[in-house]
């Protein structure tokens, strides 16, 4: 069973960070692209960062310049460091991976379970 388990959430003040971690464990032969999406209330489920098994990364335009995301790919973990938070942030942020896994072997597209970020004065 493949899983990915979030964690880095919670209430931070307008100009705050936070740090959201994504650890991918199973039976995982490797993992390819990873990426944070996120999900405000009455709003549709969007991309946020997304970062190959290469290193390469892109940002949606409204968190060019505040958010990194970055990965270690001997853990199977990716991170989302958010810095300059605005009340705008606020959402439920998913992480996925595009994977391939054994048992049998196949290819594999996961989100995580999802963490509140909330960014209120």
């Known amino acids: 069973q493949v899983q990915l388990v979030e964690s880095g959430g919670g209430l931070v003040q307008p100009g705050g960070s936070l740090r959201l971690s994504c650890a991918a464990s199973g039976s995982i032969f490797s993992v390819n692209a990873m990426g944070w999406y996120r999900q405000a209330p009455g709003k549709e489920r969007e991309l946020v960062a997304h970062?190959?098994?290469?290193?390469?990364?892109n940002y949606a335009d409204s968190v060019k310049g505040r958010f990194t995301i970055s990965r270690d790919n001997a853990k199977n973990t990716v991170y989302l460091q958010m810095n300059s938070l605005k009340l705008e942030d606020t959402a439920v942020y998913y992480c996925?991976?595009?994977?391939?896994?054994?048992?049998?072997?196949?290819?594999?597209?996961?989100w995580g379970q999802g963490t509140q970020v909330t960014v209120s004065s």
């Open positions: 996925n991976a595009n994977m391939l896994v054994s048992g049998p072997w196949r290819p594999l597209v996961s």
């Open positions: 970062i190959t098994s290469g290193g390469s990364t």
